[in-house]
């Protein structure tokens, strides 16, 4: 049971940062139809930035609180993601819009391919460690010697994440944007003929799911402490998994699916193996695929002639 | 950005105004990655340091490279895009009588032309490097071919039947000391085997699904290749593979080795050239298989599959039979491939078989243009042969400096000519679809009459 409500934390906290990065899967997908294949890496790419200004902010401006780094740390990842992500957008996948089905694709995987190398080339191979920014726990019980514990930097990526995704709720369903984004969604024609500035809003698109997905590499790189160049990958992926496993499109969908590979994959480790976590995670994909198709708060996909 | 009438006087002040904005824009995005450099120093902290030269150099550069574009090319663009648009033409198709031939004479003919002109030493790396390696990615991308470009199933996975065909080869040969020639169609066959299990379940998935579910697989196959330790070895890898014989005589400086056998030299030029020519032999059989298949009633329902699954399905074609031989082949040929290459290395590890291998493959197949087998060669040749040429490079060095390494910027410059590729000629290179058949004459099938398949 300690075990089991240890894990349950545990995989609360990775899940959480999945979701982040789902997002911005379910969310592209959802508006341009398109895998973006580079989502992972511009993850990868924000926890750099974040790991950037963090050693900016902390030695160059010797700013002592760690609050107010990691408040500074966040902002400045998601601004340059931001505009890494709006760039990419403009770029590789705007010329091909209403183009080939493949060639969207293809284009990602260019840019994903592009964007590890870039950052393996700009500061190196190694991997990039940085001393504890956050440390503390609170011991919620203590059974038979084993401390269940909620550790601070947990607290603050559950909070964040929480918070963050209460004024992304409020963007989509109340703001005019969010309107412009679900007309799109539906029919960017149609978006287009009523005034909807369609480039726009996808530009938009792409801004917020990088801004997620900066929370997210920056919360990533609190927990872990340490980034590489090949960090996107296997998050990315997984995180495709959390957004199909949701029900891609859904966003309440992309949270809880993430939250749940989140939790396969803790629990996997806890009980079973950590060699295959990965197995795990990707088998949940398939067999969600094979049964599931739709997700599990997906719209199902009507077969039309 | 949006200029409808052709702008034949350039604004200077525009250009200028523009080119400053592209400037600022590639200051912020290189700003924290090319700005400053997070490196270990002695006492193994993290510290950042600045390189404000090379940041001003690449903001510069992407100005200028603005500034140029908006004041040269554009004009030129936009006054070509006045004029008529050119009737399309099937170059390749009007050369294919002769194109053919002259491609399999010279790839026939490249080692010979190679000793003549680098020499007997020097002619090894070219012929390794260039023709083999160029040739399995050939080989690997027709194979592909047949799953996205014939039937239009989006495999992202395709990798894991080249490690099957691969390690099918490395073990068995170990196991029970089976010669190459033995083990090469069991390779195969298992490899198909496996493209039937993996494709079984994924049979209902369309597009994207298709895609992801691919990948997972062949994640998960590398996955259990790194775990299962007590079979594979892990990380470690398999080494001291069997190498192929020539008809039962090694390639070694022995008595009964090749050298000796036929009077020669000893040199490692003759398991070189033999290796080229396997690899091309079955290429060329991977590429008449897939024509003739492509006459063949599976080939026409792949096909058909690929324009429209569900009139295929109100014309009575078995669809599950359909993509399922659709795999098998494909994973048939990735499986010859794949104990090619453990033949070839003599060394196989999970680390050959990444991700990045099946997006390379898949990239070669899109970018040439799907189902075009003369497509897809063009392709492997200048995506691999590309990057290839990187390591060739080392005149650079004296324009950038001894510390220049032209090799780093490989896949740099591989990913960026995947995204150009594909806005410059979104349908890949070859776009026009050669007809399977035709009534009196044969014509091409222009781009926009292409239908995109579904998977």
Redesign the interface.
Known sequence: MEVFLQQLINGITLGSIYGLIAIGYTMVFGIIGMVNFAHGDVFMVSAFIALVAFLLITTFLGISSIALALFLVLIVAMLFTSLVNWTIERLAYRPLRGSFRLAPLISAIGMSIFLSNFVQLTQGPRNKSIPPMVQGEFVLFTKDGYPVTLSHKQLIIWVVTALLLACFWYLVTKTRLGRAQRACEQDQKMAALVGVDVDRTISMTFVIAAALAAVAGTMYLMYYGVVSFSDGFIPGVKAFTAAVLGGIGSLPGAVIGGILIGLIETMWSAYFTIDYKDVAAFSVLAITLIFLPQGLFGRPDVEKV | MEVDAPVMRVDTAHALKDAAATAL?AF??F????G?????DVRN????TTRWPLLLAVVAVIGAGRLAYTVIIEPRLSRRALRPPAPTQAWHLRGARWFAPFAIGFVVAYPAIVIATAGFGRAVKWIDNFGIQILIYVMLGWGLNIVVGLAGL?DLGYVAFYAVGAYSYALLAKAFGLSFWILLPLAGILASFWGILLGF??L??R???L???T???G??IR??L??WVDLTNGYAGITGILRPTFFGIPFNADDDGFAAVFGLEFSPIYRTIFLYYLILALALVTAFVTVRLRRLPVGRAWEALREDE?ACRSLGINTTNTKLTAFAMGAMFAGFAGSFFAARQGFISPDSFT??ES?TI??IV??GG?GSQIGVAIAAIVMIGGTEIMRELDFLKLIFGATFDPT??R??L??????LI??WR??GLIATREPSVVLKERKAIGADFVK?GRG
């Open positions: 824009l912020g995005l700003l924290p990655l090319v400053f450099e997070t490196i270990t902290d993290l510290i950042l989006l379940p994924v209902r998935l597009g994207d699904y895609a992801i579910v990948l997972a697989f994640e998960i996955i259990v790194i775990n569900i991700f990045l997006a898949l990239s899109v970018l799907m780093q910027y896949m740099l591989f990913g960026s000519a995947m995204v594909m806005i979104p349908r995109e």
